[in-house]
T-cell receptor, first 115, second 110 residues
Framework: DGGITQSPKYLFRKEGQNVTLSCEQN?????MYWYRQDPGQGLRLIYY???????QKGDIAEGYSVSREKKESFPLTVTSAQKNPTAFYLC??????????????FGQGTRLTVV | QKEVEQNSGPLSVPEGAIASLNCTYS??????FFWYRQYSGKSPELIMS????GDKEDGRFTAQLNKASQYVSLLIRDSQPSDSATYLC??????????FGKGTRLHILP
């Protein structure tokens, strides 16, 4: 089945640790996105990528890093510089770039908690 | 003005009635719009997309786009308790981002 897989579903991070959230898609989508959602809030864009080996900062990129070495994969690293990382992280993908059929499809999300 | 704006609600609608959800957008977005439904603790699911002025119907759902007034709406007919969720309006942007509103919480009253 085609889809987007995020792992792990739940993740606990100690203060000062870097952690990496995985996102894999087999939809052959060019664009991939990472969003953060806090309780009762909308989705805020962290990073996005339209093509392999290229990515752009979103609205809240500080304290996060990404890579796009393969079309199928877009991992997100939450670094120790992110002072308030506890949130629900959502990865999404879409076909390219503008026009019709550009809707995003989401993975199941990763809930990150700082302990 | 934010790029995509929604009333956070909650919006309470009796079961069987029509729920009307609204979203306004700025000039900083492109012309593709999307409605997502998100249940508590789950990821958003796409309900409908709309690109052209006018109405688009899919089952109990109708999306309406008015480019002159810069709003997009979602109507849910014959509302069911299972429709209770947060509804997110989204739009794509000229720099290829997909931008979300903060969502409207909908409660269907049995």
């Amino acid at each position: 089945d085609g889809g987007i897989t995020q792992s792990p579903k739940y993740l606990f991070r100690k203060e000062g640790q870097n952690v990496t959230l995985s996102c894999e898609q087999n939809l052959n989508h060019d664009a991939m996105y990472w969003y953060r959602q806090d309780p009762g809030q909308g989705l805020r864009l962290i990073y996005y990528s339209q093509i392999v080996n290229d990515f752009q900062k979103g609205d809240i990129a500080e304290g996060y890093s990404v890579s796009r070495e393969k079309k199928e994969s877009f991992p997100l690293t939450v670094t120790s510089a992110q002072k308030n990382p506890t949130a629900f992280y959502l990865c999404a993908s879409s076909t390219a770039l503008g026009g019709e059929d550009t809707e995003a499809f989401f993975g199941q999300g990763t809930r990150l908690t700082v302990v | 003005q934010k790029e995509v704006e929604q009333n956070s609600g909650p919006l309470s609608v009796p079961e069987g009635a029509i729920a009307s959800l609204n979203c306004t957008y700025s000039d900083r977005v492109s012309q593709s719009f999307f409605w997502y439904r998100q249940y508590s603790g789950k990821s958003p699911e796409l309900i409908m997309s709309i690109y052209s002025n006018g109405d688009k119907e899919d089952g109990r759902f109708t999306a309406q786009l008015n480019k002159a007034s810069q709003y997009v709406s979602l109507l849910i007919r014959d509302s069911q308790p299972s429709d209770s969720a947060t509804y997110l309006c989204a739009a794509d942007s000229p720099d290829d981002k997909i931008i979300f509103g903060k969502g409207t919480r909908l409660h269907i009253l049995p």
